[in-house]
Every structure is written in C-alpha cells, then in structure tokens.
C-alpha cells in the first residue's frame, strides 16, 4: 500500500493514498448529488416549482386591475399567473408570430377579431368582458377646463402638446382620433399631438408634463395622482369602449378557470375599483 512516510522535524506521520483517493470520490459524489438534486425526494421540491403557470396577455390599460385581481386568485388556487401587458395591436401580433399565452384580453374588437381570423383563439369562449371611456385629462399642476356639450371649441386654440395613442395600433389612440374627428377637432389638433406606442405611456406623458393634456381612458385617469379629468367625451362621438377576452385555441385548465373568475361579481367589484364597467 503507498504512503508517505516522515515530516522535518523527525516525527513520523503516515498519510494513506487510498484513504485520500476514497475521501476524494465521497465528496465528489455528495456534490454531484446535490447539484443533481439526488438528495431530496419530491416532497422537497419548492411549492413554487409544482405550480402549474397561466399566461395573459392584456392591454396596458388592464394591467393595474389585472395585478390586484390575480394576487388574490394565485394564493386562493395554488397557481403562477404571469401577465404581459402593452397594446393590443402589439400583443395581437406577438400572438400571431407564435408567442405563447392563453388568455387574450383586447381593448377593441378590431384586434380580437385579427386574431380570431388567424384561427389562433376558442371562439366558443370570446366575451366582451369590460367597457370602459374615454376622458380628456390635464396636468394635476396645468390649469385647463372646458365641457364637451358646451364650449368643444376651446380645444381647438390649444397650442401645447397633446399625449394620444398612435392611433395605427393602440385602440385609445383609434377612439381618440374617431371623437376629434367626428367633434371637428381633429385637424386643428394633428400637429399637437405626440403619439405613445400605449394608453398608458400617454398617461405618463401627462403625468411628468411632458405634455400638459392628453387622451386616456377613465380607468387611467383614475389611477394616477397626478392628473385631472377635464371631462368625457360624449358616447356618440366614438365607438363603444368594449373589451373582448378570450381563450387561445391551446390552454390549460387552470387557464380557463381563471378565465371563467374574471367574469365573476368578485372579479367585476375589482376592476369596477379601476374604473370599468
């Protein structure tokens, strides 16, 4: 058997080779094992890992609402409910090009129905869920006001930047052009306007008073503190405010249970909270 033999000061030590090379192998093995979790059975496995996963897709103007009502639903279902929130425009063609979610809910039609064209949602499934309206806010620090039954006029000498949707693919920006136009508005306004790729992006633009007015829905203008409602544009001025959800062709089960929730009077009382009816 090799060993080493001796040490400087005459003392004699002998150290085995074999019994490094064993200790060497043992924990070698020990961290192999724990790196390739052969140490802990399931039972041990993090509850989070176990939890199926849900994915949304909404509308920006959603978000907010969405993140209350599913905090409650995760802790209450034992489930991982991840949200992408942005234009329904952008989401529609994310969905198109293959991304992956199994809960779409538009703020128009128009880009509920190019995806249901593209055969990619359960029609069978398809509700309009909420409505909503669309409000003409301020900077809480810009002093402006008018109404819309009685002095509309007032908008056209406006002369400062005016936060809206891009109206090519944000449907708020599409409600927003449809009330100007049909209020006679909307050429003395265009060369005011600074497009925002979502509603809530012209929220912000309003918010830092990068511009002083802007065209948002009501549930926005309620969740920021840092704007006003100058006032409501008349309903007959632009289509009605519906938002269709729906489920993709390919989901969970857990999936359509919570999408069965968001229909319930639990899940209205919330998003009536953010200004949606």
């Given at each position: ?29 020990v961290?192999?094992a ?10 041990s ?5 176990a939890?199926?996963?849900?994915v ?30 942005a234009s329904?425009?952008?989401l ?7 991304a ?15 995806v249901a064209e593209?055969?990619l ?26 109404d819309?039954e ?33 209020l006679?508005?909307?050429?003395a306004?265009?060369?005011?306007f ?10 912000m633009?309003v918010?830092?008073g990068?511009a002083p ?13 840092h704007?006003r ?31 069965e ?17």
């Amino acid at each position: 058997m090799s060993s080493i033999e001796g040490d400087s000061t005459g003392k004699g030590f002998t150290i085995d080779l074999a019994v490094i090379v064993v200790t060497f192998v043992f924990f070698l093995a020990v961290v192999l094992a724990i790196r390739g979790g052969w140490l802990w059975d399931d039972a041990s496995t993090p509850e989070s890992e176990a939890k199926p996963r849900i994915v949304v897709f909404c509308a920006a103007s959603v978000e907010p609402a969405m993140y209350e009502i599913l905090l409650g639903y995760e802790k209450a279902h034992e489930v991982e409910i991840a949200v992408s929130a942005a234009s329904s425009g952008t989401l529609a063609r994310q969905i198109e090009s293959g991304a992956r979610c199994e809960i779409f809910i538009s703020a128009n039609s128009e880009w509920m129905d190019f995806v249901a064209e593209k055969n990619l949602i359960d029609v069978s499934s398809r509700v309009d869920l909420l409505r909503n309206s669309l409000v003409l806010v301020r900077n809480a620090d810009f002093d402006f006001s008018l109404d819309f039954e009685t002095s509309a006029e007032a908008l056209r000498s406006y002369d400062d930047h005016l936060a809206i949707g891009d109206p090519a693919g944000v449907p708020a920006g599409k409600y927003a052009k449809e009330a100007l136009t049909n209020l006679g508005l909307w050429s003395a306004l265009e060369p005011r306007f600074v497009f925002a790729a979502d509603v809530r992006s012209a929220l912000m633009y309003v918010e830092r008073g990068e511009a002083p007015l802007g065209i948002v829905y009501q549930s926005d203008a309620l969740a920021s503190k840092h704007v006003r409602v100058v006032d409501e544009f008349p309903a007959s001025s632009h289509s009605r405010i519906v938002y269709p959800a729906a489920l993709m062709k390919e989901h969970s089960d857990e999936a359509e249970s919570f999408f069965e929730y968001l229909s319930s009077s639990e899940a209205k009382d919330a998003f009536a909270k953010f200004g949606f009816e």
